[in-house]
């Protein structure tokens, strides 16, 4: 069973929202005037435990801030950075804006693709990457960028991409 | 080689950056690395807050900002005096909100970060002396997602801050409370726009807001609330610690405005980067400062502040870069942070890729920038595919107009129509090249299945 | 009020407007789409702009979104200018983009705001090359089917689900041009308001499924003004016909009233209209070991006539949900001493008691309308959204009007809706509700109280002596309770329209006392309030004013042989009084005449049968909670399209019952006259004539049509029978035609509206040009007359106070709680709603079930006085200790109020809601 898999399996088998996740959520929710402030933050406590927010996550972050499942969806599925779907261990965003766009985004992503043998939105069978555009990393002068789970890289030759890629097991 | 991890970094050394004439920078370390809270203290840090608060009241403080004519750095170039002046205040009224935006994301744009990463407690000062100024009970940094590294280093400041006393309780003993939480995003573009921003910070979908009312009379939670760019609420403490005049004089005569300006290049120029420099600076010495244009190619167009302003041309670069002198050109100044164009560039391309993003990024909440957006990347795709029909520039024209201001809920689809608008008049004939099909005849779906 | 200058003509107009709105209300078109009457403006589609100009002198102008613009004093406008014009045109060229182009075989074509918008905006060419982007469709439960490619993405489903009803199961996901409107998971739809969503969606996103099935073109379809029978708050309905059935029910505009929304009980639960096993012919058996014959409408009535007369005493059983014009006939028939409501005691002495209440607690019952314009509100003894769900939705928005407050001190005006929100956040006008188990609206209350029936009395007892020390005071009562007593007087006296809310849902006549006690006492300290008082039926509180004998004496009456002969009117006293008490009476009577038009139990005890118009086939009046008397219109005539049908209003055929008993060969009667006599014979009903316009009423000389003027088939629909076409039905009792052939205009003002339409307008948003104003009043006045007002004058308090609630070892007292889906007689027997009905379940305190060793799902067997039932266990949190709550519809085994025992039962056996 590849790790997706696997994944989507355990997900399915139910979602327990971990009582350390929701002590997190909870003391989230003291930053603001209303619980609902606390949704983005909620699923980001949940996608970092499970790498993605999985479906039955969705009513059990609505219970704990007092909202209805319609609006936590409505959120999830708003930002670009909650994954509704099953992700690979390590999550590559490039950088698809018009700066890095200048400084050949498109051989970057290109070669990024063909290593990988994925396009944007899908991950590796070995379930080891994702691969995802973002909106400007803010890092033009040093284009073009991409970033691995935490890091920023760039400027980053298609040649460094196997390199690169190496550090991510 | 291999690709080594992005860190920001100043172009300008320690010895150019001096109190007087880099409020913005001076205190920054050669290494680049973030100044803690006992370095910003020795080099004059918080002063400006124990000074204020101690001595100076709101409206005092209001008066200086609106006589120094901070001009909003996140784009607009609204007076950030001016915008405080409307916050709601009074017995009846709620305490309410002042939100950093951090959200930092326009195409092109690098400058938030430095602030961010190396100098959070600038920031926290600047924030302080706004949210007193503005009667704020609390304040929120609202940053982008990605940007880890400044997160660390904005929480970690927030801490040291609270730790000495500047944030909490009776701040530096004058009777002021107030408290900053960092919040971060998690993605869109359009969380930037200062009322979606506030949709976001409540945990919705980050639609945006109509205003009126604007968010000084019910912004976060029905509370007057300002939103202030980064790099506006960094000019707070300089400006209140050497006033109005000092900041008016820093740009000498280049522009009417005042203040440095966070400016920076990027496209295939030899030494990409970011400079504080005068605001009114022209466009060609930042050029120059980054080294000129990589590989002897020739500038064919430029973006003055990001993926939504209008290109200019060779000709405007020895324009002062300020809010009114770009705009008199028919663009924006925005950010302030210039995208190069080579000659060997398209810019049907370019445009196709900004568009792409634009109606990626749409909230979807109007129906021109919706439904609009995601035409205009379809007639840019046929026509870069050589695959255009007659028509299709006019129905470009048309869109684009159908996009201005006024038309749509909120600025982000004019940020959109306006570099298209320009360069459709710029470079018309790039797009018209696309054009090889007579109007309504059938041909190749133009869109492979899969990418409608 | 506001001068504003429209393509240079001068309107007067309501300056507290929005521009779209002022226009709309002026006759004016303007295209719109994200606006609704009802919910204001968010300025999210577009469609709406014209050309603003600052001042004489500015030919510029701007474009500006009229839902978002003041129309204030002397603001210049354009819509017909050439800029606005282009960029409405580009606004409708953008939705289509994505928008299927199958109009002919959409369902929604024909009443669709889309293709109206589509049209007067002239976009008649597709220039859009590209793919379309395309959804998956979710299930959304019985009511509600879903086609999301239609999707205009212009919100007001949400809006109206979530802000306006309170739903949260339905959302918005996505962005950018790939956004969702649905469930986060395919599944019924919560909110009991979802019906409405076929109606507020611009497009065919959401449409009726019940429709769907029985799928009819708007201008296929004939059309009657019509009263909803599913409850007593008297919802107007606009019901559509084809081929002998109900196809669908639409919201029928009333300004007072209903305005634009409706429950799904009304508008899904038409079902039994169309039921195969409905009796469509006399039926009868001299004896009743004999098998049924069916006969002709003579042959029946002689039967009839021939047992009733030489019966030795016949009497008559009415009912409340049959018309003022039935009931009265029937009482005629039989004569006053004779006469039963066919209402149970507990029921009937609830309903005397709201009826003086009525007339003299002091203050007035609001209309639904003024519901919303209350500013604190006391609920006694009612879970709204179950027993009276129209109200219920009115009473979230008077709570939710609060925000509207808090704007205006802001300058923000009331139609800024996203603004109003903001500022508002979740601050309501205070609502206190007083019910045993948590209730829907309990999310925009101020307090709730979960307490046995017997202490919401004492609360409200004890709130009335608070505001008014002359009201009794509740002795022994708890500091918590005297605390929350004193906080919900202060608040109903510092509000400026306080009003008091209950009704005999839990058949608890002190519950009422007390919210006489209150209404008394804030009529007293000369508060401008209001008390609504909610009743079961349709025709409750009509049938209260006609008056009767509670349905145990007609009982006693035939079980003790005093009387041997009685007369039904659609009435199943199986649902009413426990089957032991009831057989005994009908196998005692010698003759049992039933007229109903649903084959009931009771219908199984005649001897005579006689098929009974429901609503769609009959014409009378109804008196609705607020006491307001509303004519409903025949529909379709039911034999055009089945011949063989004998179906008649139940006041036709008990008229010429009359006359046969009476050996008076009788002529035809028309409804007007009958109306006129029970005016008569019940001088409380005067007013009725009023409710509604004679038969004799024309425009321009012109009945008025029931069908559009591009109904067409009439000549083929029934050429399976008869290759020539009849002529079409006349009708002697109403100003309707079956036909087209009739006026169905916009000039001149009608109040009856048989179905909205107008030039351009085909979609539910037509009744905009039937309106004095956008969201106002029918220009001829809206339906229906008043006939109760209080009288004035100080009332005495009532005294008896119950004592506190205490829990008995081993008994439970029963509750029984309304429910909206299964809850009524009628619309039970309707497929959808069955479908859509929660299973019956035994609400029992957390605590209790614990004790007792059960959990949800388990079977407990509940023993009272008259028998037993066994049902499965709900645990219920909120539910006080010592009472269970049985669902109301179920065969009345047991009794609200009584003690009753409880046991666990082994096995699966035992049917839900079975008696034994
Ligand atoms: C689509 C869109 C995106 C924006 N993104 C940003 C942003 O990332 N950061 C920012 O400071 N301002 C952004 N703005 C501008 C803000 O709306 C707002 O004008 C600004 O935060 C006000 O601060 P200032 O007056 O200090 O510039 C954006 C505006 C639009 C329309
Ligand atoms: S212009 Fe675009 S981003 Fe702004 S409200 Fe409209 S859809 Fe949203
Ligand atoms: S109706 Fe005005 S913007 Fe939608």
Redesign the pocket.
């Known amino acids: 069973m590849t790790e997706s898999a696997r994944r989507i399996a355990s997900d399915a088998e139910g979602f327990i929202l971990e009582a350390e996740d929701r002590r997190a959520i909870a003391h989230e929710r003291d930053h603001y005037e209303q619980p609902q402030a606390a949704c983005i933050e909620a699923l980001k406590i949940v996608q970092h435990r499970h790498g993605w927010v999985p479906d039955a996550a969705i009513p059990a972050i609505a219970e704990v801030l007092g909202v209805g499942p319609a609006d936590v969806e409505g959120v999830a599925t708003f930002y670009s950075l909650i994954f509704r779907q099953p992700v690979g261990r390590h999550v590559i965003l490039v950088c698809d804006s018009s700066s890095c766009f200048l400084n050949d985004y498109e051989e970057l992503r290109d070669t990024l693709s063909e290593r990988l043998g994925i396009g944007f939105g899908q991950t590796t069978a070995d379930g080891r990457f994702t691969l995802l555009p973002v909106c400007c990393l803010g890092a033009c002068d040093r284009g073009p960028a991409l970033m691995i789970d935490d890091h920023t890289y760039g400027p980053v030759d298609p040649g460094d991409v196997a390199d690169l890629l190496e550090g991510y097991a | 080689m291999s690709a080594s991890r992005y860190h920001c970094q100043l172009r300008q050394g320690a010895a150019e950056r001096r109190a007087e004439t880099h409020p913005l920078t001076w205190r920054l370390r050669e290494d680049g690395a973030m100044l803690g809270l006992d370095d910003y203290v020795e080099k004059d840090g918080y002063a400006a807050v124990r000074e204020v608060l101690n001595h100076r009241t709101a409206d005092d403080v209001i008066k200086t900002m609106k006589e120094a004519n901070v001009r909003g750095r996140g784009g607009a170039g609204f007076s950030a005096g001016l915008k405080w002046s409307l916050t709601m205040k009074g017995p009846d009224i709620p305490r309410g909100y002042l939100v950093c935006n951090a959200d930092e994301m326009e195409p092109g744009t690098f400058k938030d970060r430095l602030l961010l990463e190396q100098q959070p407690h600038l920031l926290i000062e600047g924030m302080i002396l706004a949210g007193y100024a503005n009667d704020s009970c609390f304040g929120y940094i609202f940053l982008r997602g990605e940007y880890l590294e400044a997160a660390r280093a904005v929480q970690q400041a927030l801490d040291e801050a609270r730790a000495a006393g500047w944030l909490g309780p009776d701040i530096a003993g004058s009777g002021f409370d107030f408290d900053i939480a960092l919040h971060t995003g998690a993605g869109r573009y ?1 969380c930037g726009e200062e009322t979606a921003l506030i949709n976001s910070l409540e945990g919705k979908r980050a ?2 807001r109509d205003k009126p009312p604007f968010p000084g009379q019910s912004g976060a939670w029905g509370k007057p609330t300002v939103v202030n760019n980064v790099e506006t609420l960094c000019n707070a403490p300089g400006v209140m610690h050497h006033g109005a005049q000092w900041y008016q004089d820093l740009s000498g005569d280049l522009s009417d405005d005042g203040g440095t300006k966070l400016y920076g290049v990027s496209g295939k120029v030899n030494k990409p980067g970011l400079w504080e420099l005068p605001i009114g600076t022209p466009a060609s010495e930042l050029l120059e400062r980054a080294g000129g244009m990589r590989d002897g190619r020739a500038l064919k167009t430029w973006l003055p502040g990001g993926g939504s302003t209008g290109f200019l041309l060779p000709e405007h670069l020895d324009e002062a870069l300020d809010f009114d002198t770009i705009g008199k050109l028919g663009s924006r100044l925005g950010t302030g942070l210039m995208t190069v164009v080579n000659e060997d560039q398209s810019v049907l391309s370019l445009m196709r890729n900004l568009e792409q993003f634009f109606a990626r990024e ?5 129906t021109p ?2 439904d609009g957006l995601p035409w205009i990347v379809k007639l840019l795709q046929a026509l870069e595919r050589g695959e255009g029909e007659r028509g299709d520039i006019e129905m470009l024209d048309k869109l684009a107009d159908d996009l201005g201001p006024g038309k ?3 600025a ?2 004019p940020g959109a129509a306006m570099p298209l608008q320009s360069a459709l008049k710029y470079f018309r004939d790039e797009f018209e090249r696309g054009v090889t099909h007579p109007a309504g005849v059938a041909h190749a779906e133009p869109i492979p299945v899969g990418e409608a | 009020m506001a001068t504003i200058h429209v393509d240079g003509q001068r309107y007067d107009v309501e300056g507290s407007d929005n521009l779209l709105d002022a226009c709309l209300s002026q006759g004016l078109d303007v295209p719109y789409f994200c606006w609704h009457p009802a919910m204001g403006s968010v300025g999210a589609c577009r469609q709406c702009a014209v050309k603003q100009f600052k001042d004489e002198d500015d030919t510029q102008g701007k474009l500006v979104m009229s839902c978002m613009t003041p129309a204030a004093d002397g603001t210049r406008i354009s819509i017909d200018d050439e800029q606005a014009r282009e960029f409405r045109a580009s606004v409708i060229e953008w939705l289509m983009t994505y928008h299927p182009h199958d109009c002919p075989v959409c369902e929604e074509g024909g009443h669709c705001h889309l293709q109206d918008m589509t049209v007067m905006t002239g976009h008649d060419r597709r220039r859009y090359r590209f793919r379309k982007r395309t959804h998956r469709n979710q299930y959304l439960g019985p009511f509600i089917a879903h086609e999301m490619n239609r999707c205009i993405n212009c919100y007001r489903c949400v809006r109206f689900y979530r802000d306006y009803a309170g739903g949260t199961d339905l959302g918005v996901f996505g962005m950018n041009n790939n956004l969702y409107f649905g469930r986060h998971q395919e599944g019924t739809l919560e909110s009991p308001f979802s019906g409405n969503l076929s109606e507020v969606c611009p497009t065919g996103v959401f449409t009726d499924q019940t429709h769907s099935e029985q799928y009819t073109r708007k201008w296929d379809l004939q059309f009657a003004p019509s009263i909803c029978h599913q409850c007593a708050v008297g919802c107007n309905i606009s019901p559509g016909e084809r081929y002998g059935d109900i196809r669908r029910i639409e919201n029928r505009y009333h300004g007072e009233v209903n305005r634009f929304f409706l429950c799904d009980r009304g508008r899904f639960g038409y079902g039994y209209v169309n039921r195969d096993d409905r009796p469509r012919q006399p039926e009868w058996r001299s004896d009743r070991d004999d098998a049924w014959v069916t006969l002709e409408v003579d042959a029946a009535l002689d039967h009839g006539a021939d047992r009733l007369r030489s019966a030795r005493r016949v009497i008559g059983i009415g009912s409340p949900r049959a018309s003022l014009e039935s009931n009265h006939q029937l009482r005629e028939l039989v004569g006053e001493e004779a006469f039963s409501t066919g209402i149970a005691a507990a029921e009937q002495r609830c309903l005397d008691e709201m009826h003086s209440l009525n007339q003299r607690c002091g203050l007035p019952t609001p209309t639904l309308r003024e519901v919303e314009h209350h500013d604190a509100l006391l609920i006694l003894g009612e879970d709204l959204i179950e027993s009276a769900a129209r109200v219920g939705l009115a009473v979230r928005q008077a709570a939710q009007a609060r925000r509207e407050t808090l704007a205006a001190e802001r300058d923000i005006p009331a139609w800024n809706d996203a603004a109003v929100r903001t500022l508002g956040q979740d601050r309501y006008h205070p609502v206190f509700i007083a019910y045993p188990i948590a209730t829907e609206l309990d999310d925009v209350t101020a307090a709730r109280f979960t307490l046995a029936p017997d202490d919401i009395a004492r609360l409200g007892f004890a709130v009335a002596h608070e505001i008014d020390d002359k009201a009794p005071a509740v002795a022994g009562l708890d500091p918590a309770t005297r605390e929350a007593a004193r906080d919900i007087a202060a608040q109903l006296m510092a509000a400026e329209r306080p009003l008091v809310i209950s009704g005999g849902s839990l058949g608890c006549e002190a519950i009422l006392q007390a919210a006489g006690n209150v209404a008394r006492a804030l009529a007293r300290r000369a508060r401008r309030g209001g008390v609504l008082l909610v009743r079961r039926e349709a025709n409750s509180t009509g049938l209260t004013m006609i008056g009767g004998k509670p349905l145990e004496w007609a009982l006693d009456e035939l079980a003790s042989r005093r009387a041997d002969a009685v007369v039904i009117l659609e009435n199943d006293l199986y649902q009413r009084l426990p089957a032991t008490l009831i057989d005994v009476a009908l196998a005692t009577a010698e003759t049992v005449v039933v007229l109903d038009h649903q084959r009931t139990a009771t219908w199984a005890q005649a001897h005579l049968g006689l098929p009974a118009a429901s609503f769609a086939e009959a014409d009378g009046t109804l008196v609705s909670l607020e006491g307001r008397a509303q004519r409903f219109f025949q529909v379709f005539d039911p034999t055009y399209l089945r011949p063989a049908t004998r179906i008649h209003e139940s006041w036709r055929w008990l008229h010429v019952l009359r006359g046969d008993i009476r050996r008076h060969p009788v002529a035809d009667i028309a409804l007007d006259a009958v109306t006129r006599d029970c005016a008569r014979a019940n001088p409380a009903l005067g007013a009725i004539v009023d409710a509604a316009p004679d038969a004799d009423y024309r425009v321009h000389g012109l009945k008025l049509a029931r069908e559009p003027h591009r109904y067409s088939g009439r000549t083929a629909m029934r050429a399976h029978l008869d290759v020539s076409e009849p002529r079409v039905p006349q009708d002697p009792d109403s100003p309707f035609t079956f036909s087209m052939e009739g006026y169905n205009g916009i000039g001149r003002p009608r109040e009856e509206v048989a179905f909205a339409w107008a030039p351009g307008w085909n979609s539910p948003q037509a009744w905009n040009k039937f309106t004095d104003e956008v969201g106002g009043h029918l220009r001829a006045g809206d339906p229906g007359v008043r006939l109760i007002a209080p009288s004035p004058g100080a009332h005495a308090y009532a005294t008896s106070i119950p004592e506190g609630f205490r829990g008995r070892d081993g008994e439970w007292q029963l509750v029984i709680l309304a429910r909206l889906f299964g809850g009524d007689e009628t619309s039970s027997r309707a497929a959808p709603i069955v479908a859509r009905a929660a299973p019956a379940t035994l609400a029992v305190a957390a605590d209790d079930a614990t004790r007792l060793g059960v959990d949800d799902g388990d079977r407990l067997e509940i023993t009272g006085q008259a028998g037993s039932l066994t049902l499965a266990v709900r645990r219920e949190a909120t539910l006080p200790g010592g009472v269970v709550g049985l669902p109301a519809g179920l065969a009345p085994v047991l009794v609200a109020g009584e003690w009753v025992r409880l046991a666990v039962s082994r096995g699966g056996g035992g049917d839900e809601g079975g008696h034994s």
């Open positions: 359009i639609n945006p749409s909230c979807g909440w109007c920038c919706r749509t809920f909120c982000h689809a």
